[in-house]
C-alpha cells in the first residue's frame, strides 16, 4: 500500500532527498504518520505540538502519550527549542541511548554539539564513593552545557531531579528541558517536579517515558525548525 498524499496534513518533515532517505523509506514514514491521524482523532494539541506528539507515537507505538500519558508543552518549549537551535546550543543527554537516538543529519545541519556523560570515568568513579547515581553526576558535570542550552531526559528520574534543583539554585537556566523519564521509581514525581518550573519545558503525564520517546521530541523539534528555516529561504 502507498502513502497518502493528504495535502492537508503539514509532515514538516522535509523531503526523502533533504532527510537522506529513501522514497521507499519516506514513504513508509508517511503512511504510518496517516495511519496515526486516522486512529487518534480529534485531540487537544495545536498543530505544532501534534507534530511532535505524533512522532513520539510514531517512535513507540504507544497512543497513550496523546492520552492517560500525554505529552505536556509549556507554552514557550517550541519556540525556547528554535531559539537555541538558532544559537547552535548544546543538547545534553541523561544516557547515550537517548544522544545515539538523536538525528546526526538533523545534528550536522544545525551545527550542533550533543554530549553525555553517563560513562565519564570520573563520574563512574564518584558514583560510587558519594553513593550517587552516574546520570545526575553527569548532569553536574554538564551544567555548564545545559546552562543556554537543551536538556533531554529519557531514562534518569535522578539526572531530572538533578537539573530541576540546579534551575530552582539559579545555577542553571536552559532554554528548554525535556523531560520524560520512564520507570515506577520518582519518574512520576520528577515529571510533576518539572511541570511546577517556570521554563520552557516538555514533559509527560505517568510512568511511561525512555529514550525513543525523549530522542522523537528533538528530533521532531530540529526537523520543524529546518523546515521553518527552509520555507523561509524559499520566500
Known amino acids: 500500500m502507498g ?57 513507540t507505538a504507544d497512543f497513550d502519550f496523546a492520552k492517560e500519558c500525554k505529552i505536556i508543552f509549556h507554552d ?18 541523561d544516557v547515550e541511548m537517548v544522544l545515539h537516538g538523536i538525528n546526526k543529519k538533523s545534528i550536522a545541519t544545525l551545527n550542533m554539539n550533543c554530549i553525555c556523560y553517563i560513562n565519564d570515568p570520573q563520574c563512574i568513579e564518584d558514583s560510587k564513593k558519594l553513593e550517587k547515581t552516574r546520570s545526575e553526576l553527569a548532569i553536574q558535570k554538564a551544567a555548564d552545557k545545559i546552562n543556554n542550552g537543551i536538556v533531554v531526559i529519557g531514562n534518569a528520574p535522578t ?47 505517568g510512568r511511561k517515558g525512555g529514550s525513543s520517546a525523549a530522542s522523537s521530541i528533538i528530533n521532531a523539534l530540529m526537523l520543524m525548525y529546518i523546515a521553518n528555516q527552509t520555507n523561509k529561504n524559499k520566500k
Open 3 to 59: 502513502y497518502s498524499n493528504n495535502s492537508n496534513i503539514d509532515y514538516n518533515s522535509g523531503s526523502a532527498k533533504g532527510r537522506d532517505m529513501s522514497t521507499h523509506s519516506f514513504g513508509i514514514e508517511r503512511q504510518s504518520f496517516d495511519i496515526i491521524e486516522s486512529e487518534i482523532g480529534k485531540h487537544d494539541y495545536t498543530k505544532d505540538q501534534w507534530v511532535i506528539v505524533r512522532r513520539v507515537i510514531h517512535a
Open 76 to 93: 514557550n518549549a517550541i519556540e525556547s527549542a528554535f531559539l537555541a537551535f538558532s544559537k547552535q546550543a548544546y543538547i545534553v543527554t
Open 159 to 205: 539526572a531530572l531531579f538533578e537539573v530541576i534543583s540546579l534551575i530552582k539554585e539559579k545555577k542553571l537556566s536552559p532554554f528548554l528541558v525535556v523531560g520524560i523519564p520512564v520507570g515506577f521509581v520518582s519518574a512520576v514525581e520528577s515529571k510533576y517536579e518539572l511541570s511546577k518550573l517556570d521554563i520552557p519545558y516538555i514533559t509527560n503525564s
